[in-house]
């Protein structure tokens, strides 16, 4: 295994925890049965989304293999899950600031996964549980969590989808996006029954053909597992994607009038978060 450097003292770190909430805020975990369909863009977006909204965010990077939300947002985190993992640091002072963090306007904080290292590739199950209990614990002093899991359905994925309260399931109108969409949801159905699915379907080129993807998938799972996910958006292809994730600059901030963000609006306000 690629041996991680031990991270020096962040001279950014993020700013200090209020006071615990009653309640542990809302975790929204992304999830995808296949990888590029823009799990981790649309992750960061509604953290971006959540923190222009007033609410303090937090994200975590949860796909523990390939983890690279920090590199989509341009951030050079001191700590990562691999760092907390080992010890090293514990789990709230690995927290990092993007836009300045929660004491900023618009604002966030990130939780990096282990970037270019390939240390979490094969995580313990005793690595994931800490994770998954310190994510729970760190949502007490944040009005939402975002949780971007890693495409796919292995054992890591599950543990962390159980801390969610919501879960996103992210697929495109390619039948492979679709059919791993499905299997995606059959395996949570039998690992988290509580954790009820919805459906957004990223680049779409109309509409109207999303709707037809969300459809075509709502019916093999109402057939097939009695369950018929929410279709909590569509939100249609759009040049400045790509644009603003190669500037490394969340969406919301590139590109605030982009049809995108129009769409990845209308998302939030469905999902009805609390």
Same mark, same amino acid.
């Given at each position: 295994m690629t041996a991680v450097p031990k991270p020096k003292e962040n001279p950014r770190a993020a700013a200090p925890r209020r006071a615990p909430r009653a309640q542990p805020a809302p975790v929204l975990a992304v999830a995808s049965g296949k990888g590029g369909v823009g799990k981790t863009w649309l992750s960061a977006t509604l953290a971006c989304i959540f923190a222009r909204q007033s609410k303090r965010t937090l994200l975590v990077d949860g796909d523990l293999g390939l983890a690279n939300v920090d590199v989509q947002l341009g951030v050079r985190a001191q700590a990562d899950l691999a760092a907390v993992t080992r010890g090293w640091v514990a789990l709230e002072d690995a927290v990092a600031p993007v836009l300045g963090?929660?004491? !900023?306007?618009?604002?966030?904080? +990130?939780? =990096?996964?282990?970037? %270019?290292?390939? #240390? /979490?590739?094969?995580? !313990?199950?005793?690595?994931?549980? +800490?994770? =998954?209990?310190?994510? %729970?614990?760190? #949502? /007490?002093?944040?009005? !939402?969590?975002?949780?971007?899991?890693?495409?796919?359905?292995?054992?890591?994925?599950?543990? /962390?989808?159980?801390?969610?309260?919501?879960?996103?399931?992210?697929?495109?109108?390619?039948?492979?996006?679709?059919a791993d969409a499905y299997a995606l949801i059959k395996v949570l159905k039998t690992a988290a029954p509580t954790l009820t699915p919805a459906v957004a379907v990223n680049m779409a080129d109309k509409r109207l053909s999303g709707r037809r993807v969300y459809d075509h998938l709502a019916k093999v799972c109402e057939q097939h597992l009695q369950v018929r996910p929410a279709l909590a958006g569509i939100i249609r292809r759009d040049p400045r994607?790509?644009?603003?994730?190669?500037?490394?600059?969340?969406?919301?901030?590139?590109?605030?009038?982009?049809?995108?963000?129009d769409d990845v609006m209308s998302l939030v306000e469905s999902l009805s978060l609390t």
């Amino acid at each position: 295994m690629t041996a991680v450097p031990k991270p020096k003292e962040n001279p950014r770190a993020a700013a200090p925890r209020r006071a615990p909430r009653a309640q542990p805020a809302p975790v929204l975990a992304v999830a995808s049965g296949k990888g590029g369909v823009g799990k981790t863009w649309l992750s960061a977006t509604l953290a971006c989304i959540f923190a222009r909204q007033s609410k303090r965010t937090l994200l975590v990077d949860g796909d523990l293999g390939l983890a690279n939300v920090d590199v989509q947002l341009g951030v050079r985190a001191q700590a990562d899950l691999a760092a907390v993992t080992r010890g090293w640091v514990a789990l709230e002072d690995a927290v990092a600031p993007v836009l300045g963090g929660v004491a !900023r306007a618009g604002g966030f904080d +990130l939780l =990096a996964g282990s970037s %270019g290292t390939g #240390a /979490l590739a094969d995580p !313990r199950s005793e690595d994931v549980a +800490l994770i =998954a209990e310190g994510v %729970g614990k760190l #949502a /007490l002093h944040y009005d !939402r969590v975002v949780l971007d899991l890693a495409a796919g359905v292995d054992p890591a994925l599950v543990r /962390l989808a159980k801390t969610a309260t919501r879960l996103l399931v992210v697929t495109t109108e390619e039948p492979t996006a679709l059919a791993d969409a499905y299997a995606l949801i059959k395996v949570l159905k039998t690992a988290a029954p509580t954790l009820t699915p919805a459906v957004a379907v990223n680049m779409a080129d109309k509409r109207l053909s999303g709707r037809r993807v969300y459809d075509h998938l709502a019916k093999v799972c109402e057939q097939h597992l009695q369950v018929r996910p929410a279709l909590a958006g569509i939100i249609r292809r759009d040049p400045r994607v790509p644009d603003s994730i190669r500037a490394q600059i969340p969406l919301p901030v590139r590109h605030p009038t982009s049809d995108a963000l129009d769409d990845v609006m209308s998302l939030v306000e469905s999902l009805s978060l609390t």
